[in-house]
């Protein structure tokens, strides 16, 4: 079912609008743009199967592309019309931490029938994304998210430019209804909640048109709760342009087959180069299986084939002066199954992994579970700090930074890209460099969101 092929889809959609849409005119307008986050009942499993009852902002899954040019302002007022309360995080933006949406830290939740205004100025282009920010293993699995994207300055040289949300749903397969236990003791404790039915931007059948030796701009967002989509090339060929937004300093050849973590992006150039009337794929690997992601029916010919694409600009500061010296502070990851945590700090009590258990909570920083008053480290603003982070447990994490992007801290002394999440499997140790960014209470957390709520959270001090 992976291959069924509809034609006549439509091409570069996501380019298109962006060009219909100056987002200045947004901006200026007299009423603030809103963001509704609301209950609504859309065709997320194919045809034929009832609709499914989601959370979207304005309804839909994925929400409102949100699309403005580097340096603009964006400006939303969101309205929560959902039945609990609510915030919305821009994830990967270097924004003021009042605007980071991170409800009991940077703000207030906001209760139902409320709303809070969010301004921020896209200093970086590249490919972001929003998501709610409070109860978010719950409200994000249903399916409060939606793709953010700053333009360059001039549009790079692509044929057409593609956003590519990737996502999967724990889903009941006759009433495609989603599974409403949000807060299962297994998924907490093991890898997470995965889905047993996946979509790009909430379609189950992905289908583009394409021309042969075309040149595409994918825009690959993993907002799954916990999957680690392995995904692959068929007919296509190309380059990693950008990572969480932030350009390569050198395009890099795409793998046979690459790892994109939740909440991680990845900006990839390819080039068509299936012969005209074949289909070209972006596939995922499940089970040892290739499924298509997403499938392009290739048309004629474009031309004839490219070089490699020069990088992206740079964004605006992405050095890390200084990082050999620069204070290390260390993270210690333990616990969840097979994990071997005797005991934790929970509450600012002493609590053995079987009260834990008890109380729904699977894992530690440090030996203290969830946040606390006291942050991980504290450094003062534009300084750089370095973090060492020990996977102790039998799981992958996928450790996003908010308001900041790190550099790994290479083996040979060099530093790798920047990146504001980063995936450590079971056993790993790794360095990571960064600056801090502007003052506040920063989040740092797994972006496996049932392990977020069940103790992996802490935060950074920025003075
Ligand atoms: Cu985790």
């Given at each position: 079912?992976n ?37 609504a009942?859309?065709q ?9 009852e ?34 919305v ?15 009991g ?6 209760p ?34 939606g793709?953010l ?33 949000f ?26 048109r394409a ?19 392995q ?5 296509l ?11 390569l ?18 900006d990839l ?22 499924l ?5 029916a290739?048309?004629?010919?474009a ?6 694409p ?20 260390d ?20 609590m ?6 008890d ?10 579970v ?20 020990r ?11 908010h ?17 504001d ?37 802490t ?5």
């Amino acid at each position: 079912m992976n291959n069924t092929r509809r034609e006549f889809l439509k091409l570069g959609s996501s380019a298109a609008i962006g060009a219909l849409i100056p987002s200045g005119l947004l901006a200026s307008a007299q009423s603030p743009v809103t963001l509704t986050a609301l209950p609504a009942n859309v065709q997320l499993a194919p045809t034929g199967y009832p609709k499914t009852e989601i959370w979207g902002f304005d309804g839909t899954t994925p929400g409102t592309l949100i699309r403005v040019k580097q340096g603009e302002t964006v400006r939303r007022r969101f309205v929560n019309n959902l039945p609990e309360a609510s915030s919305v995080h821009w994830h990967g933006l270097r924004l003021e931490n009042a605007m980071d949406g991170v409800a009991g830290l940077t703000q207030e939740a906001v209760p139902p029938g409320e709303s809070f205004d969010y301004a921020f100025n896209a200093k970086d282009a590249g490919t972001f994304w929003y998501h709610a920010h409070t109860n978010s293993v719950e409200q994000v699995a249903r399916g409060l998210y939606g793709p953010l994207i700053v333009d360059e300055p001039e549009a790079p040289d692509v044929d057409s430019d593609e956003v590519l949300i990737l996502d999967d749903w724990a889903m009941n397969p006759e009433t495609a209804q989603l599974d409403p236990d949000f807060t299962s003791r297994h998924d907490r404790s093991h890898a997470g909640r995965r889905g047993n039915y996946v979509t790009t931007n909430g379609e189950p059948y992905a289908e583009r048109r394409a021309a042969r030796n075309q040149r595409i701009r994918l825009r690959l967002i993993n907002a799954a709760n916990a999957r680690i989509f392995q995904l692959g090339l068929d007919g296509l060929e190309g380059w990693i342009m950008a990572l969480d937004g932030m350009p390569l300093a050198q395009p890099e050849p795409v793998a046979k087959v690459f790892l994109l973590a939740p909440g991680q992006r990845m900006d990839l150039f390819v080039d068509v180069t299936a012969q005209s009337g074949k289909t070209a794929h972006l596939f995922r690997v499940d089970d040892d299986e290739a499924l298509s992601q997403v499938a392009f029916a290739v048309g004629d010919e474009a031309g004839s084939r490219r070089v490699p694409p020069p990088p992206l600009p740079e964004n605006p500061d992405m050095d890390v002066p200084g990082y050999e010296q620069a204070p290390l502070f260390d993270l210690h990851m333990e616990g969840g199954a097979m994990g071997g945590l005797q005991s934790a700090l929970f509450n600012g009590k002493r609590m053995s992994f079987r009260q834990l258990v008890d109380v729904n909570q699977f894992w530690s920083f440090n030996g203290t579970v969830g946040l606390t008053d006291a942050p991980l480290a504290a450094v003062v603003s534009g300084r750089t700090a370095r973090v060492k982070i020990r996977n102790d447990t039998a799981f992958p994490h996928a450790m996003h930074l908010h308001g900041m992007h790190m550099r790994e801290v290479l083996k040979d002394g060099g530093l790798g890209p920047l990146r504001d999440t980063v995936l450590l499997f079971g056993d790993d140790t790794r360095e990571f460099a960064f600056v801090a960014g502007k003052p506040g209470k920063w989040i740092f957390h797994c972006h496996m969101l049932g392990h977020t709520a069940s103790g992996m959270a802490t935060w950074i001090d920025v003075t």
